[in-house]
C-alpha cells in the first residue's frame, strides 16, 4: 500500500487505510489499494495476499496478547465491554495471555518527530515550528526512541 502523500506524526506508531463499517469491507477496501507503487520509495513490489479469501480463515489456532497498561482506568461500563468481548474471543481462540510492551512514555518518540522535522530543513529553510519545538524538545530521553523501535521490532 502507498504511503504517498502521507505525513506522519511518528512513523512507528502511524498508519493510514480506509474506515469501513466491517471488517469483510476493510478485506475487500485492502485488496484493492494494497500493492507496489512506483512513486513511494517506501514500496516494496511484492505479490498482494488474498485478503478476502483470508476473511473466512479459522481463527481458533490464534492466541491473543493483552498489554495490560491499555486497559488502565477504564469506565465501569467499558471494563465489562471489554471483558465480555475477551470471554467470546477466549472462546474463539486458544485463549488470551498477558504480554509486555515497551513504555510510550520512557521511549522518547520525539526523537523521530525531531528527524522529520530536522529532514524539513531543504524545504522550508529549517527549524521547526514554533509550538513543534516547545512540544518535542531535544534531549537524552529522544535517544531512546531507537530502543523502543528495536523492541517493538524484535
Same mark, same amino acid.
Given at each position: 500500500?502507498?504511503?504517498?502523500?502521507?505525513?506522519?506524526?511518528?512513523?512507528?506508531? *502511524?498508519?493510514?487505510?480506509?474506515?469501513?463499517?466491517?471488517?469483510? *469491507?476493510? &478485506?475487500?477496501?485492502?485488496?484493492?489499494?494494497?500493492?507496489?507503487? $512506483?512513486?513511494?520509495?517506501?514500496?516494496? *513490489?511484492?505479490?498482494?495476499? !488474498?485478503?478476502? /479469501?483470508?476473511?473466512?480463515?479459522?481463527?481458533?489456532?490464534? #492466541?491473543?496478547?493483552?498489554?495490560?497498561?491499555?486497559?488502565?482506568?477504564? *469506565?465501569?461500563?467499558? &471494563? #465489562?465491554?471489554?471483558? !465480555?468481548?475477551?470471554?467470546?474471543?477466549?472462546?474463539?481462540?486458544?485463549?488470551?495471555?498477558?504480554?509486555?510492551?515497551?513504555?510510550?512514555?520512557?521511549?522518547?518518540?520525539?526523537?523521530?518527530?525531531? /528527524?522529520?522535522?530536522?529532514?524539513?530543513?531543504?524545504?522550508?529553510?529549517?527549524?521547526?515550528?514554533?509550538?513543534?519545538?516547545?512540544?518535542?524538545? &531535544?534531549?537524552?530521553?529522544? $535517544?531512546?526512541?531507537? !530502543?523502543?523501535?528495536? !523492541?517493538?521490532?524484535?
Amino acid at each position: 500500500m502507498s504511503f504517498r502523500g502521507i505525513v506522519p506524526y511518528s512513523w512507528s506508531l *502511524d498508519h493510514c487505510g480506509p474506515i469501513t463499517r466491517s471488517t469483510e *469491507d476493510a &478485506a475487500w477496501i485492502l485488496q484493492q489499494i494494497a500493492g507496489y507503487d $512506483a512513486l513511494d520509495i517506501d514500496s516494496l *513490489d511484492r505479490p498482494v495476499p !488474498d485478503f478476502v /479469501a483470508g476473511m473466512v480463515m479459522p481463527v481458533r489456532d490464534f #492466541r491473543i496478547g493483552l498489554a495490560p497498561q491499555f486497559f488502565d482506568h477504564l *469506565d465501569d461500563e467499558i &471494563a #465489562r465491554a471489554v471483558e !465480555d468481548a475477551l470471554g467470546v474471543l477466549n472462546r474463539l481462540t486458544r485463549g488470551s495471555h498477558e504480554v509486555g510492551l515497551p513504555s510510550l512514555l520512557k521511549a522518547g518518540v520525539s526523537a523521530e518527530v525531531a /528527524a522529520y522535522h530536522e529532514n524539513l530543513r531543504g524545504v522550508n529553510g529549517g527549524g521547526y515550528e514554533p509550538a513543534t519545538a516547545r512540544a518535542f524538545p &531535544a534531549g537524552q530521553d529522544s $535517544a531512546r526512541a531507537t !530502543d523502543y523501535i528495536k !523492541d517493538g521490532a524484535s
